[in-house]
């Protein structure tokens, strides 16, 4: 085997081993290229790591990695907590070859209550703290969304920015449709406005029933006052909580935290659905599909659902909420990732395998789900492979592996000169790759000069493979991106475009053949674009049905999308700084005024005449210059 250490390598791999010591911590594992092959992490190092060396192994896959091992690095934790924390962190920096590997996913949405006076509810990503109420994560934003509209029904509460709200002098719309109680302009007092509060918190964390009988005390109150208004406008919100609870058909009577987990392994692919249930209330699921997945398939199928499972719950929960009860569809033994789950939590997690009543319910709808995205993924995998052999056929490439087949391209953007941006797109593994998109701005051009513009963004592209190819030092994480070479270089444009991108290759010494024009037909009408080369090859017409014209008019899509949308913000950006700098009598005192009042450029451009009146400094006479340049 090409990759297998010598004799003497193995002899210091083991003497390695031999001085381990017996406590938690980390393992990395190495090959004579000095790729990472893999990290674990153990309660004892000595004792886990000697493992992997004995004489019969449990799974071919661990044997293929133990035969490449030529150096390993170990890091020594306090805690099987901390281990567990480092294990994923540098599984998720290091992309280990034989771990199984989840996308890293930080971005799950919570529904956020302010810690202000009066209070507002509003959608969040991101860190949360303990000086405000957070409720969730939610699976997805639409889950968020659909909890707010529930509160805005049911206890009016306010969602607009605090800019808003400080210089509101009447009522929004929102409270003309019955979504707001207008705490804004003190129609309803502060002390009623927190108790809708404290009833939409309760609702969210599943005391639904204790929030009724709250409502029924408060209207029976009213009515033994004889404030008949407040009354009715008490009946009308438990009349929409009733109406609510009978709706959510997957309701529960407590105010139980779970997630379901199902794991479905087929067609050499897995999937993980996430089902998550909040205060009680089934809020959706989300599909993860690992990759790192093709080894495994070398060991027995319960053994890789298994594995793919204590991957998932390793990962996803090394930075994520972790609820007190798990539902799982795969039954695994593995005390030690469950206690150092417990111990990073600071709670008991009980893991159930056979659910009973709606808890069986909730499971079965996860594995259907699995199993109807996974179905999907590989059906749309499939017809991305055809597309992708297709173009390669077309193009007469002669390329090892398709899967690692690699295309960037280029577009320009800009609005008669202004704002001019270049976008790179990158097509990979049959997808298209968002984390390593990118975009220039294109400066010290004459403006609408696309040839000077594809010019530049293609030598500062390009020009960093010349720079690492000569250059001896130790490589960071961005410079191996950089140096990654495409097999194809497709550019958004015809002959003119092609030629500056020529231009830039053979000054920088590369090869011109991976470059590839997709000019436009006649008319501009999709089927009829030619593909230009500048190696000597004939121009080629794919047709309308051509599965690799196809695949070419999605990734030039792609370029174009992601160009024009960043030229657009940063047209948005300059013109709007410039509409306030331009006014006359708008100095920098007056300008920040305005933006610290109304919260940015778009509170200033939604302020009225009195609004702006209200500022220290603006006079009628400018407040009407103000709102009529704004508009």
Request: with cysteine.
């Given at each position: 085997m090409v990759n297998a250490p010598d004799p003497d390598t193995r002899t210091a791999v083991l003497d390695t081993i031999a001085k381990l010591p017996n406590l938690p911590g980390v393992y990395r594992y190495?090959?004579?290229?000095?790729?990472?092959?893999?990290?674990?992490?153990?309660?004892?190092?000595?004792?886990?790591?000697?493992?992997?060396?004995?004489?019969?192994?449990?799974?071919?896959?661990?044997?293929?990695?133990?035969?490449?091992?030529?150096?390993?690095?170990?890091?020594?934790?306090?805690?099987?907590?901390?281990?567990?924390?480092?294990?994923?962190?540098?599984?998720?920096?290091?992309?280990?070859?034989?771990?199984?590997?989840?996308?890293?996913?930080?971005?799950?949405?919570?529904?956020?209550?302010?810690?202000?006076?009066?209070?507002?509810?509003?959608?969040?990503?991101?860190?949360?703290?303990?000086?405000?109420?957070?409720?969730?994560?939610?699976?997805?934003?639409?889950?968020?969304?659909?909890?707010?509209?529930?509160?805005?029904?049911?206890?009016?509460?306010?969602?607009c920015e605090d800019s808003v709200f400080a210089n509101r002098t009447r009522p929004c719309l929102l409270h003309q449709i019955h979504r707001c109680s207008a705490p804004c302009v003190n129609i309803i007092s502060d002390e009623n406005y927190l108790a809708d509060v404290e009833n939409a918190a309760?609702?969210?964390?599943?005391?639904?029933?204790e929030v009724m009988q709250n409502l029924e005390t408060k209207m029976l109150e009213y009515a033994e006052q004889l404030k008949f208004e407040q009354a009715v406008l008490v009946r009308n919100q438990m009349s929409a909580l009733s109406k609510i609870l009978h709706q959510q058909s997957m309701e529960t009577t407590n105010d139980s935290d779970i997630d379901i987990i199902a794991v479905i392994v087929e067609g050499g692919r897995a999937c993980v659905n996430l089902a998550m249930v909040r205060g009680g209330r089934h809020l959706g699921d989300r599909a993860y599909f690992p990759s790192h997945l093709e080894d495994a398939q070398l060991a027995a199928e319960n053994h890789i659902e298994v594995e793919v499972l204590t991957a998932f719950l390793a990962q996803h929960y090394a930075d994520q909420f972790i609820p007190s009860q798990l539902i799982l569809n795969v039954e695994f033994d593995a005390p030690d990732l469950m206690i150092a789950l417990m111990a990073q939590c600071g709670h008991r997690i009980h893991c159930s395998f056979q659910p009973q009543e709606q808890r069986r319910a909730w499971l079965e709808m996860a594995v259907k789900g699995a199993r109807l995205s996974l179905a999907r993924m590989l059906s749309e995998q499939g017809s991305q492979q055809a597309r992708t052999r297709a173009l390669v056929n077309v193009l007469e490439l002669d390329?090892?592996?398709?899967?690692?087949?690699?295309?960037?391209?280029?577009?320009?953007?800009?609005?008669?000169?202004?704002?001019?941006?270049?976008?790179?797109?990158?097509?990979?593994?049959?997808?298209?790759?968002?984390?390593?998109?990118?975009?220039?701005?294109?400066?010290?051009?004459?403006?609408?000069?696309?040839?000077?513009?594809?010019?530049?963004?293609?030598?500062?592209?390009?020009?960093?493979?010349?720079?690492?190819?000569?250059?001896?030092?130790?490589?960071?994480?961005?410079?191996?991106?950089?140096?990654?070479?495409?097999?194809?270089?497709?550019?958004?444009?015809?002959?003119?475009?092609?030629?500056v991108a020529r231009q830039v290759f053979s000054e920088l010494g590369l090869d011109i053949g991976l470059i590839v024009g997709v000019s436009k037909g006649e008319g501009r009408r999709v089927g009829l674009e030619t593909l230009v080369f500048v190696d000597g090859r004939a121009p080629k017409e794919l047709g309308k049905e051509s599965a690799a014209l196809m695949l070419i008019a999605q990734i030039r899509d792609e370029a174009h999308r992601f160009a024009i949308t960043g030229m657009r913000a940063k047209r948005a950006k300059v013109r709007q700084t410039s509409q306030l700098e331009e006014i006359e009598g708008v100095g920098p005192k007056r300008r920040q005024r305005l933006l610290v009042r109304f919260g940015g450029l778009r509170g200033v451009a939604d302020a009225s005449v009195e609004d702006l009146l209200s500022v220290d400094g603006i006079s009628k006479q400018l407040a009407e210059e103000i709102y009529k340049r704004m508009r």
């Amino acid at each position: 085997m090409v990759n297998a250490p010598d004799p003497d390598t193995r002899t210091a791999v083991l003497d390695t081993i031999a001085k381990l010591p017996n406590l938690p911590g980390v393992y990395r594992y190495f090959d004579r290229q000095e790729n990472v092959l893999y990290v674990g992490k153990a309660r004892d190092l000595k004792k886990r790591v000697s493992s992997y060396f004995q004489k019969t192994l449990s799974s071919p896959r661990i044997a293929m990695m133990v035969e490449k091992i030529a150096r390993l690095e170990t890091t020594v934790t306090r805690s099987e907590a901390e281990a567990l924390i480092l294990e994923n962190n540098l599984i998720k920096a290091l992309r280990p070859r034989y771990n199984i590997l989840f996308r890293d996913d930080k971005s799950y949405p919570y529904l956020k209550i302010t810690s202000e006076r009066i209070p507002r509810m509003t959608y969040y990503r991101g860190a949360v703290d303990k000086k405000h109420q957070y409720f969730g994560p939610f699976p997805s934003a639409w889950a968020v969304k659909e909890s707010m509209q529930l509160l805005q029904k049911i206890f009016l509460l306010r969602s607009c920015e605090d800019s808003v709200f400080a210089n509101r002098t009447r009522p929004c719309l929102l409270h003309q449709i019955h979504r707001c109680s207008a705490p804004c302009v003190n129609i309803i007092s502060d002390e009623n406005y927190l108790a809708d509060v404290e009833n939409a918190a309760k609702f969210l964390r599943g005391r639904q029933s204790e929030v009724m009988q709250n409502l029924e005390t408060k209207m029976l109150e009213y009515a033994e006052q004889l404030k008949f208004e407040q009354a009715v406008l008490v009946r009308n919100q438990m009349s929409a909580l009733s109406k609510i609870l009978h709706q959510q058909s997957m309701e529960t009577t407590n105010d139980s935290d779970i997630d379901i987990i199902a794991v479905i392994v087929e067609g050499g692919r897995a999937c993980v659905n996430l089902a998550m249930v909040r205060g009680g209330r089934h809020l959706g699921d989300r599909a993860y599909f690992p990759s790192h997945l093709e080894d495994a398939q070398l060991a027995a199928e319960n053994h890789i659902e298994v594995e793919v499972l204590t991957a998932f719950l390793a990962q996803h929960y090394a930075d994520q909420f972790i609820p007190s009860q798990l539902i799982l569809n795969v039954e695994f033994d593995a005390p030690d990732l469950m206690i150092a789950l417990m111990a990073q939590c600071g709670h008991r997690i009980h893991c159930s395998f056979q659910p009973q009543e709606q808890r069986r319910a909730w499971l079965e709808m996860a594995v259907k789900g699995a199993r109807l995205s996974l179905a999907r993924m590989l059906s749309e995998q499939g017809s991305q492979q055809a597309r992708t052999r297709a173009l390669v056929n077309v193009l007469e490439l002669d390329v090892d592996n398709i899967d690692q087949f690699r295309i960037e391209c280029f577009d320009v953007s800009h609005t008669q000169g202004e704002a001019t941006q270049a976008s790179c797109v990158v097509f990979h593994n049959h997808v298209m790759q968002n984390a390593e998109y990118r975009r220039f701005n294109i400066n010290d051009i004459t403006p609408g000069d696309d040839y000077a513009a594809m010019k530049q963004v293609i030598y500062r592209r390009y020009e960093k493979m010349t720079i690492i190819e000569n250059t001896e030092i130790d490589e960071t994480a961005d410079l191996k991106i950089n140096r990654v070479m495409p097999d194809i270089v497709l550019i958004d444009g015809g002959k003119g475009q092609v030629e500056v991108a020529r231009q830039v290759f053979s000054e920088l010494g590369l090869d011109i053949g991976l470059i590839v024009g997709v000019s436009k037909g006649e008319g501009r009408r999709v089927g009829l674009e030619t593909l230009v080369f500048v190696d000597g090859r004939a121009p080629k017409e794919l047709g309308k049905e051509s599965a690799a014209l196809m695949l070419i008019a999605q990734i030039r899509d792609e370029a174009h999308r992601f160009a024009i949308t960043g030229m657009r913000a940063k047209r948005a950006k300059v013109r709007q700084t410039s509409q306030l700098e331009e006014i006359e009598g708008v100095g920098p005192k007056r300008r920040q005024r305005l933006l610290v009042r109304f919260g940015g450029l778009r509170g200033v451009a939604d302020a009225s005449v009195e609004d702006l009146l209200s500022v220290d400094g603006i006079s009628k006479q400018l407040a009407e210059e103000i709102y009529k340049r704004m508009r």
